[in-house]
């Protein structure tokens, strides 16, 4: 099973009142392998992901390439949208982790942990970028 992680910060969690169109991804190719191929020639390219939970309920989050710096703009940004209601839902907070996880079967699934069981203490976590982490490669 291939895992990424995000440990939530302030504004993910809208706790800063800041607008921001979802969680900023990072252009790390070990982070961007998770996720579907996205199409850069074309303007704003993305995904929707059904990511299903333990209870089996389904979720749906948007992974987007805001790249409208190729077309003459200045974005350059890869982002998962639609995760919001899944934070406010749980009710999770700063520090908190949500983990997406990719099955054999290519099925997504979607977990979180409380910050203090969000300790990952294995030889097999790459840290990325405040706040991402790739579970297993």
């Known amino acids: 099973m291939n895992s990424i992680s995000k440990i939530l910060s302030d504004n993910d969690t809208g706790k800063t009142g800041s607008h921001q ?4 991804v990072p252009k790390s190719p070990a ?9 850069r ?3 704003n390219p993305r995904a929707v992901l059904r990511l299903t939970e333990s209870t089996g309920k389904e979720w ?7 790249n409208n710096s190729l077309f003459g703009g200045t974005r350059d940004e890869y ?3 639609h995760i919001s209601e ?11 982790e949500v ?6 079967h290519g099925t997504f699934h979607v977990s979180f942990r409380r910050r203090s069981s969000s300790r990952v203490g294995s030889d097999r976590v790459l840290r990325l970028r405040p ?5 297993s490669i």
Do not use: C, M
């Open 99 to 104: 983990i997406l996880s990719r099955d054999e």
């Open 131 to 135: 706040g991402w982490k790739v579970l």
């Open 31 to 39: 982070v961007l392998r998770f996720f579907p191929p996205l199409d």
């Open 21 to 24: 169109a979802g969680i900023l």
């Open 79 to 81: 982002r998962l949208t």
């Open 41 to 43: 020639a074309q303007k």
């Open 60 to 66: 749906r989050f948007t992974f987007i390439y805001y």
């Open 86 to 96: 899944f934070i406010r839902s749980h009710n999770l907070k700063a520090e908190d």
